[in-house]
């Protein structure tokens, strides 16, 4: 993640959780030399994410705080690690804990539901991605923590790759209308990518000669039908329809790509938990 957006990210947050001045913290300890140690522990297994977070995290509160990480991104972790100690003022550590905690557990949370993802598809052959359904102002770190779970970024947003999807294909007439004006304006650099519905569809993206081809809300029957249809210099992704009740049934089914709304829209965050050190 770049580190200046990522700092610029967190100082939102923090000015949105303790607005003009922490009153709890401040009213007990308002003689700043008081200090302490906290530590971040797991209160679940599942896998680390947010390592630059916890590193730059309470540098922009105090440069004298000392921050200890222990876990690297993409670490499986176990109930009980402690995976970060901070030594400075005590009400420095109580203003940023809750920001810090919701970061790292969302972030924790959707690593750990993309390594479950890989483990029950069982097919490395697939390649487990992302969606731009994130959370607003959140985007930046859910495709980190994707990445930390083992598994690629889709696009970023809307500027980095076009998506032709129903809507698109529907006020444009077809898919051949949409893609040829799109050909008509973008340069080399820019990947198309064409949602269908059906083999006919399929048919007519491949003729359109689309980079990628969306199988969506396809079955993984009708998926290794469809396959038959693309060639190879084609690349292909699974959407729609897919949890982690359902993943396993796609392993086999050829696609290059597949993409997950649920480790992102529907995440449980990981627990962990913040307390400071007796004595």
Do not use: W
């Not at 302490?36 to 995290?57: D, H, L, N, P, R």
């Not at 081809?213 to 329809?241: C, H, K, W």
């Not at 949890?243 to 086999?252: E, F, Q, R, V, W």
């Amino acid at each position: 993640m770049n580190s200046i957006k990522v700092k610029e990210a967190l100082k939102q947050f923090i000015l949105e959780d303790i607005g003009d001045r922490d009153e709890t913290s401040e009213s007990i300890f308002s003689i700043s030399t008081v200090t302490a140690t906290a530590e971040i522990t797991a209160k679940e297994s599942g896998v680390f994410a947010g390592a630059q977070v916890m590193s730059t995290y309470f540098s922009l509160f105090d440069n004298d705080i000392q921050t200890s990480s222990y876990k690297t991104e993409g670490q499986f972790i176990e109930k009980g690690d402690v995976l970060a100690t901070f030594e400075g003022s005590v009400s420095t550590i109580l203003q940023g804990e809750r920001v810090l905690l919701n970061v790292l557990q969302r972030m924790c949370g959707i690593a750990s539901t993309v390594h479950l993802a890989k483990e029950r598809l069982n097919d490395p052959s697939i390649r487990l991605c992302d969606t731009r359904k994130t959370a607003p102002g959140l985007r930046m770190f859910d495709k980190a923590a994707c990445r930390a779970g083992g598994g690629y970024n889709h696009r970023n947003g809307l500027h980095d790759a076009v998506m032709l999807k129903e809507n698109h294909i529907a006020a444009c007439g077809s898919i051949s209308k949409a893609v040829q004006r799109v050909k008509a304006i973008a340069g080399p650099m820019l990947k198309i990518e064409v949602e269908t519905t059906n083999a006919e569809e399929v048919k007519e993206a491949v003729a359109a000669k689309a980079d990628v081809i969306m199988f969506d809300n396809a079955s993984p029957d009708e998926i290794r039908a469809y396959q038959q249809l693309v060639p190879p210099s084609i690349l292909t992704e699974a959407s729609g329809g897919i949890d982690l009740s359902t993943i396993h049934l796609y392993k086999g089914t050829g696609v290059n790509f597949m993409s997950l709304g649920f480790i992102t829209h529907s995440v449980k965050a990981l627990d962990l938990s913040m307390l400071l050190k007796r004595g």
